[in-house]
């Protein structure tokens, strides 16, 4: 399929038509500008009946995060644990090859329309898709089937949001006790 420039909110929109949560769609809107535009290479879905690439799931994550530049490293960690799942592999084709039909009718969607708008993806998508945005956002990837497993530390999603808070290992140049002191964002009321 090549590379395709899409904009953040006609796949939150795709996403939304597609029944995603609202609490899922409010961590993407808070990740990006929806009007900035973002590059993606999407291959080829390929044949339903075969074990999706690593390529596909990594483009499933990428739409899934709104992110185009994901780990890596931490995506080779997560593709056989997914794979493993009982209906892993089934769900990575077919959320794949559902979500790079939606966007020709996001655009169709009201600016403020509601999740219960959609229903184009089964449950198990919809499932699947939460499922894989909460693993990429925590680092953690839980199942009933396993215990759970660290597949990525600072490179999940999460510390995006905290990053500028997370002290420094080892910064001893703000001396003993500062940590009780305010932050410089913070004011004393």
């Known amino acids: 399929?090549?590379?395709?420039?899409v904009s953040r909110?006609?796949?939150?929109?795709?996403?939304?038509r597609g029944g995603i949560?609202?609490?899922a769609v409010r961590y993407l809107m808070s990740t990006a500008a929806a009007e900035t535009a973002f590059?993606?290479?999407?291959p080829e879905a390929g044949p339903p009946n075969r074990t999706p690439s690593f390529e596909v799931f990594l483009a499933l994550s990428q739409l899934v995060t709104l992110r185009s530049l994901l780990d890596e490293a931490s995506a080779r960690r997560m593709y056989p644990l997914f794979l493993e799942e009982p209906w892993g592999?089934?769900?990575?084709?077919?959320?794949?090859?559902?979500?790079?039909?939606l966007p020709d009718e996001a655009d169709k969607l009201p600016r403020h329309a509601h999740p219960a708008l959609g229903g184009k993806l089964s449950k198990g998508q919809v499932w699947f898709a939460s499922h894989l945005l909460t693993t990429w956002y925590l680092g953690i990837y839980y199942h009933e089937r396993t215990a759970p497993v660290r597949v990525a530390y600072s490179e999940a999603l999460m510390h995006d949001l905290v990053h500028p808070g997370i002290?420094?290992?080892?910064?001893?140049g703000s001396g003993f006790g500062a940590w009780g002191n305010p932050t410089k964002m913070m004011k004393r009321t």
Do not use: C, W
Not at 39 to 42: A, R, V
Not at 89 to 101: F, K
Not at 167 to 172: G, K, N, Y
């Open 89 to 101: 592999a089934h769900h990575i084709h077919s959320t794949y090859a559902q979500l790079l039909a």
């Open 1 to 5: 399929m090549g590379f395709v420039n």
């Open 39 to 42: 590059s993606l290479k999407l």
């Open 21 to 23: 949560s609202a609490v």
């Open 9 to 16: 909110r006609s796949v939150i929109a795709a996403l939304i």
């Open 167 to 172: 002290p420094q290992r080892f910064d001893e």
